[in-house]
């Protein structure tokens, strides 16, 4: 049974979205497809990733925003139709790979800093 799911895992993951690397800290930028009546846009969803669980098909990422003072997790399967692209606005310097600490913050508290890019020297 386990060999079976791994073959029809595989053909779905040939066809998989070219989606960027991000990992917990990371702010991003999700467009998700909203489908209205028969009208369909497309939504933002910019928020702090909190926690990438499992891996292939299976695969889901958390999303959280403050939006209006109210803090907002939004859960997204990897492989959902629904997801336009994903956009990485800011990497996060994290230590762990869940970051639900960040429920119990607000405010200043909550900031994650910014990972530092390596300084390259110019040729000579």
């Known amino acids: 049974m386990s060999n079976l ?3 029809v ?26 489908k ?8 933002q969803y910019q928020g702090l990733v909190i926690q990438k669980r499992n891996s292939g098909n299976g695969a889901s990422f958390t999303v959280r925003k403050i939006s209006a003072g109210i803090a907002v997790e939004r859960i997204f399967p990897t492989m959902s139709p629904f997801i336009d692209k994903i956009e990485v606005l800011r990497a996060g310097a994290v230590r762990r790979a869940r970051l639900f600490y960040l429920r119990d913050k607000t405010g200043k ?10 300084v390259v020297e110019a040729a000579k």
Do not use: C, M, S, W
């Not at 066809?15 to 497809?33: C, M, R, S, W, Y």
């Not at 209205?36 to 939504?43: C, M, T």
């Not at 909550?110 to 890019?117: D, L, S």
């Open 5 to 7: 799911l791994k073959i």
């Open 9 to 34: 895992e595989q053909d779905y993951l040939a066809v998989q979205k070219a989606l960027p690397e991000f990992k917990a800290g990371d702010t991003i930028n999700v467009h998700v497809k909203i």
């Open 36 to 43: 209205e009546g028969a009208k369909e846009r497309i939504q």
């Open 109 to 118: 508290n909550a900031r994650i800093k910014e990972k530092k890019k390596p």
